[in-house]
């Protein structure tokens, strides 16, 4: 492989990325009737009305709303229980601790179909049912084992000379873990979050089951939507567009730490 | 550097890690096995069965089926995406002002909404509105993926590389900044050829990030769900229906909690078993250090 031929490769697979997206684009400018009426690579008549008929309706507006909290729920979830796992890890040998970091990771691969109906049945008896933490907690599952082996590659990495100056230094733990640990490794949390938010983000399939008519994500929206009216494809295209929004606003916030951060943190 | 300090107190760090995993995986986890092992009629009356559901999933020809194209579809799947990545991994300039917006750009992908992936291909590639529908039988060929197999993985195939490659091409990118200009100094000193550079400077320091790029890989490509249910559905007929999309209808469907239980049991084994058996066959003997 020279590196011309990857250069190659590499620009085929970028236009390969962008012309789906561009059709969905340019499908979500045009009306229902353009849309029939045949290809148009650009748009004759663009409208934003398809946007405006999501900005305008409620049930599109709390689809996006609903997504949201449960992914900001379980990013915080998952973020307060891996940093101390994380951080023990790295620190320390105990009892079993090989074998639990292996076990933790093998239920990242738990296929999600698996746990449908223990989990509806389980948040039922718990009355969370259809409530935006229902679904934060199931996709514990697997943010919690990515989250864990994330900050782990990354706490490993901080030298075990910068706990012990600190003590020298006469910091308590206290201190030491939130004034000066913490804010060495900003660029680790954030690598997490983006991947925590990431996957809550994606996933449909255990958000679909434990959500019913109050706390409907937007995937959900969009699925019944198709099956209700028919072939609106123009909405649907604006949808989906729309939720490609909150993922490019969340990479650019750690656009610089993206590459260490799919390595896991275990690069060096 | 001296050896990590040992305690048990450390047990108490990992605790609240221990806890909401109990409570979204082996609670969970144990139901269904619980499940498994019972011919549930209505939530009063069962009757515990042993080990019956698991002897007629494996009899059962939808099963083996579904197997079959689930491990060609991932087989297919990681023979293409590890290859490519690691290419577009080694097109991506480094230190240019290019590299980060390239990033993002490659990163996209992985944020779209798995259902919105389905949506993506669907309008792409339908015949009558799809931009690649309507070139392709502009060309002359009849393609339709919903009514013809070949092209209805076709399609899935072409959706799952532009779904995924880019994760195998980040994390190779990652490895390969991490290589240090030296040791290319120090190759092209010896006068290698690209693909001697390639082999014997870049390989070996990739093996790390290529285990867990085939492991993320293996195992997101045998619970792939989502795209083939919004794209195709599973037809035509059952021609992609892949083992999640099965145990989906089973369980949710048509609510046989027994047999889809013992399913899930040995879906779920299935993947442990591949991932064990690739990291002890391909890691172990190396000798490389390669952190899980």
Redesign the interface.
């Known amino acids: ?3 011309r ?7 085929l ?2 236009a ?6 561009y ?2 684009l340019n ?1 979500s400018l045009r009306s229902n009737d353009s ?2 009426g ?2 148009e ?1 650009i748009p004759a008549a663009p409208t934003l009305a398809n946007y405006s008929e999501i900005f305008t309706n409620p049930v599109w507006f709390n689809g996006f709303a609903n997504s949201l909290s449960y992914v900001v729920l379980n990013s915080l ?1 998952s973020l ?3 940093i ?2 994380a ?3 790295s ?5 079993g ?1 090989k074998h ?3 076990w ?16 509806f ?2 948040y039922s008896t718990l009355g969370l049912f259809d409530t935006p933490l229902a679904v934060a ?2 996709h ?2 697997f943010t ?2 990515l989250s ?2 994330i900050l782990e ?1 990354f706490f490993s990495a901080t ?2 000379s910068v706990d012990e100056l600190a003590r020298l230094d006469g910091h308590t733990r206290g201190y030491f873990f939130f004034r000066i640990f913490l804010p060495m490794n900003r660029a680790a949390l954030g690598v997490t979050l983006f991947f925590c938010f ?1 996957f809550s ?5 255990l958000a679909r ?1 434990l959500t019913g008519s109050d706390s409907k994500p ?2 959900v929206v ?2 019944r939507t198709v099956s209700a009216s028919g072939l609106d ?1 123009g909405v ?2 604006a949808a ?1 567009v729309l ?2 929004v909150p ?2 606003i ?3 916030f750690v ?2 730490h ?3 951060g ?3 943190g ?3 | 550097m001296n050896a990590k300090p040992y305690t048990n107190a450390a047990w108490l760090g990992v605790l609240p890690v221990l806890l909401i995993v109990a409570f979204s995986a082996v609670i969970p986890l144990m139901t269904v096995v619980n499940y498994s092992v019972q011919d549930i009629l209505d939530f009063n009356t069962r009757y515990f069965v042993g080990f019956d559901w698991y002897r007629e999933t494996l009899r059962d020809e939808r099963f083996s089926a579904a197997l079959l194209r689930q491990l060609s579809f991932s087989a297919l799947v990681l023979a293409i995406e590890i290859p490519l990545g690691i290419a577009i991994a080694r097109g991506v300039p480094r230190d240019s002002k290019a590299t980060t917006p390239l990033l993002i750009l490659l990163a996209v992908p992985l944020l779209v909404p798995w259902n919105v992936v389905g949506t993506i291909w669907q309008i792409f590639a339908r015949p009558d509105i799809g931009l690649l529908g309507v070139s392709i039988n502009a060309l002359g060929v009849q393609y339709n993926y919903a009514g013809d197999a070949l092209h209805a993985w076709l399609t899935l195939l072409a959706m799952d590389i532009w779904h995924w490659s880019s994760l195998v091409a980040l994390l190779t990118f990652a490895g390969l900044s991490a290589i240090p200009s030296a040791n290319y100094a120090a190759a092209s000193l010896d006068g290698a050829s690209p693909w001697q550079t390639f082999r014997f400077v870049e390989l070996p320091k990739l093996a790390g990030v290529l285990v867990i790029c085939v492991l993320l890989r293996t195992m997101d490509s045998l619970m792939i769900y989502t795209e083939p249910f919004v794209l195709t559905g599973g037809g035509p007929g059952s021609s992609t229906t892949f083992l999640s999309q099965h145990l989906a209808t089973m369980a949710v469907g048509q609510f046989d909690l027994g047999p889809a239980a013992a399913f899930s049991i040995l879906y779920f084994l299935l993947i442990l078993v591949l991932c064990f058996v690739f990291y002890s066959v391909v890691v172990r003997p190396t000798g490389e250090e390669v952190r899980p």
């Not at chain 1, 031929?5 to 620009?11: D, E, P, S």
């Not at chain 1, 933790?104 to 989990?119: H, I």
């Not at chain 1, 983000?201 to 399939?205: A, D, G, H, K, N």
Request: charged share 10%; proline share 7%.
């Open positions: 492989m020279t590196s031929l990857c250069r190659a490769v590499l620009w697979y970028c390969y990325l962008l012309i789906p997206l059709w969905l499908l849309i029939a045949g290809v690579l979830i307060a229980v891996a101390p796992a951080y023990t890890f620190r320390y040998r105990f009892l601790d639990l970091f292996f933790l990771l093998t239920n990242r691969m738990a296929p999600p179909a698996v746990f449908l109906l223990p989990f049945q389980l907690l199931a514990c599952l919690v084992p864990v082996w590659g030298p075990r990431m983000w994606v996933e449909l399939l089951t937007i995937a969009m699925t494809w649907l295209c989906g939720t490609i993922g490019l969340v990479v650019y656009r610089r993206l590459a260490a799919f390595a896991l275990r690069v060096s």
